[in-house]
């Protein structure tokens, strides 16, 4: 099963607009992660925070983590029709002894110029 | 550019047949990661790779094999495939242990299984 999950699974904006992303996930973790995917390509990092921080900003990104509620949101403001892509979460979940990163199911962003 | 290199970038092969996936990881980078993305799914976890190790394995089916050489690249052997094996599959690296940081991504090998 997967660690995490994002919501909505897709989201269609207006370019300018902001778009929300969450991600719950299911079990402790060291550190989180965005990444986006454009179509059929590979996936490129964005953020990583990790389980003592409550918040970061990259550009016009701003990621929350809420360790209480297993959680995360990524925020991108001022969207632009260039961020239409898929967003992933991913959370390392130990087993066998080792860390392995999870991804979630994605949220398909476009964004309308 | 990630510096992760993946071939071949498509392959179309026939049931029950068998392909070998190759990634060079970025230079440095002594871990490799292997996923499957099927058709608009999420990335599945395959197996992952430290400096020649096993050190996690996923939901990886046992017609399904990797290693790392000594070199630090990996190969995914995909054997017996099915029509349901199509799909994208990506390699990544990273500097850091497995599962403490940012992953870089090849560009993936699309695999279509006929």
Redesign the interface.
């Known amino acids: 099963s997967q660690q995490g999950e994002e919501d909505p699974q897709a989201l269609s904006i207006q370019e300018g607009e902001n778009a929300t992303m969450n991600c719950s996930y299911k079990t402790s973790i060291n550190n989180l992660q965005w990444y986006r995917q454009n179509s059929g390509r590979g996936l490129v990092h964005l953020i990583l925070i990790r389980s003592n921080e409550r918040e970061k900003h990259s550009g016009r990104l701003r990621v929350t983590l809420d360790t209480s509620k297993k959680s995360s949101s990524l925020l991108i403001t001022a969207s632009r029709a260039a961020d239409t892509a898929s967003y992933f979460c991913a959370t390392d979940a130990f087993s066998g002894g080792y860390n392995k990163l999870i991804f979630g199911a994605g949220t398909r962003l476009a964004v309308h110029p | 550019d ?1 510096g ?1 290199t993946q071939t071949p970038k498509h392959l179309i092969t026939a049931t029950g047949q068998r392909v070998t996936l190759r990634c060079s990881p970025r230079s440095g980078d002594l871990s490799v ?1 292997w ?1 499957q993305q099927s058709l608009d ?3 599945q ?1 395959l197996i ?1 790779y430290y400096n020649g190790e096993e ?4 939901n990886i089916l046992e017609r399904f094999s990797a290693q790392q050489f000594p070199d630090l690249h990996s190969e995914l052997n995909l054997s017996s495939l099915e029509l349901g094996d199509s799909a ?1 599959y ?1 390699c ?1 690296s990273s500097v850091e ?12 090998s ?1 695999l279509t299984v006929l």
């Open positions: 990630s992760v990661y996923y799914q999420g990335l976890f992952q050190r996690a394995k996923g994208l990506f990544a242990s497995p599962g403490t940081g940012e992953l870089f991504f090849g560009e993936g699309r």
